[in-house]
């Protein structure tokens, strides 16, 4: 059964910080890994999905990577800024899609 | 881009009632559709896995005679909390799936709130 971690489970930073949240699985027969970001209370906004041939995706000041052999995700955010907060959701897909726990994200003026 | 809604976006309810939530894609056929529950400050965990015309398949200790799911249709699945109790306040979304399409995607629906009293 596909396991997915999320390291840190909580990270605050000041603004203007670059930052970098760690995902990993446990099986990595997957067809793509995806992050998403959720504000509280709310559903989820895909960030980047990363296919399982590619290596990386950026998005404005986000960067991922993807290292399927060694079951690992970075998402990389350039210059936080406060509206960045929220929690941050990694999640990997094969026949279903699987979530970490999650990194909550506070980044303080 | 694809999209689904689900409905209602929130319900409150009295315990021991039925609630039907509905998750449709509006502008592409899926024949496969997840549900997922998040309770407060935790991950999404998936329930079950519904194909179109055939039984959900079901996550181990999820109770299907409690959470009964219908994918009638290539764009609607829908999942009834039968006899509702507090402990099953919780977020619920769905999502569907593009496999077979050069995307391969879940497109994830906005979420259902749901308070049973």
């Known amino acids: 059964k596909q396991e997915v971690t999320q390291i840190p489970a909580a990270l605050s930073v000041p603004e203007g910080e670059n930052l970098v949240l760690n995902c990993s699985f446990t099986?990595?027969?997957?067809?793509?890994l995806q992050w998403f970001r959720q504000d509280p209370g709310k559903g989820l906004t895909s960030l980047l999905l990363?296919?399982?041939?590619?290596r990386e995706q950026t998005s404005g000041r986000l960067n991922a990577s993807l290292d399927k052999s060694s079951g690992r995700s970075t998402l990389y955010i350039a210059a936080s800024q406060p509206g960045d907060s929220a929690t941050y959701l990694c999640a990997v897909k094969r026949n279903d899609m699987r979530f970490g726990a999650g990194t909550r994200l506070t980044v303080k003026p | 881009g694809a999209v689904v809604s689900q409905h209602p976006s929130w319900v409150i309810c009295k315990s021991g009632t039925s609630v039907k939530i509905e998750c449709r894609s509006l502008?592409?056929?899926?024949?496969?559709m997840f549900w997922y529950r998040q309770f407060p400050k935790q991950s999404l965990m998936l329930m079950a896995t519904?194909?179109?015309?055939?039984?959900?398949?079901?996550e181990q200790g999820v109770e299907k005679d409690k959470f009964l799911i219908n994918h009638a249709s290539l764009t609607l699945s829908t999942l009834t909390v039968t006899s509702a109790h507090p402990e099953d306040s919780s977020f619920y979304i769905c999502?569907?799936?593009?496999?077979?399409?050069?995307?391969?995607?879940?497109?994830f629906g906005p979420g259902t709130r749901l308070t049973v009293l």
């Open positions: 519904s194909n179109e015309g055939s039984k959900a398949t079901y």
């Open positions: 502008d592409f056929q899926a024949t496969t």
């Open positions: 999502s569907a799936d593009t496999s077979g399409t050069s995307t391969d995607t879940q497109y």
């Open positions: 990363i296919q399982s041939s590619q």
């Open positions: 099986d990595s027969a997957i067809y793509n």
